[in-house]
């Protein structure tokens, strides 16, 4: 009898650790999904979000920025600005168009872009440079 008892709280030990183990293995796995759904990476200047910079990105931003202050009175354009137009010529990925880093997409994020891809890295602004967004 106390060799049985001895067992089903060893067996039941085993079974508690296993269990233990086995929920915070799956906490962490969740906690490591989350952040992988939560968080994207993006470099400064790909406005299309494939991968790289080149000039279909500076050519974008251009039109970009032609249309929208059409459509607006000339207005400067602010990151937020282009995050919520969603009409002709809008940028995939409206924060990587700032590349100069002032907070707003003007001709200079354009010709940044244009510097880059010739290898000017001098006025480049933070083209190229990765940052992250909250998804
Ligand atoms: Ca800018």
């Known amino acids: ?19 233990g183990s086995t929920y915070t293995a799956v906490g962490s796995v969740s906690a490591t999904n ?13 406005v299309h979000g494939n991968g790289s910079v080149d000039l279909n990105d500076a050519v974008l931003i251009a039109q970009f920025i032609t249309v929208y202050k059409k459509g607006n009175n000339g207005s400067i354009i602010s990151v937020e600005d282009a995050i919520e ?9 409206p924060q990587a168009a700032d590349v100069d880093g ?27 440079e990765s940052f992250d967004i909250d998804e």
């Open 1 to 19: 009898m106390k060799k049985t008892i001895k067992r089903v709280t060893a067996s039941l030990t085993a079974m508690l650790m296993m269990f």
């Open 34 to 46: 989350n952040e992988i759904q939560s968080r994207k990476s993006y470099m400064y200047g790909d």
């Open 85 to 93: 137009y969603k009409g002709e010529y809008c940028l995939p990925v």
């Open 102 to 128: 002032d907070g707003y997409i003007t001709d200079a994020d354009a010709i940044c872009v244009q510097s880059y891809v010739i290898g000017d890295s001098k006025n480049a602004g933070r083209c190229g």
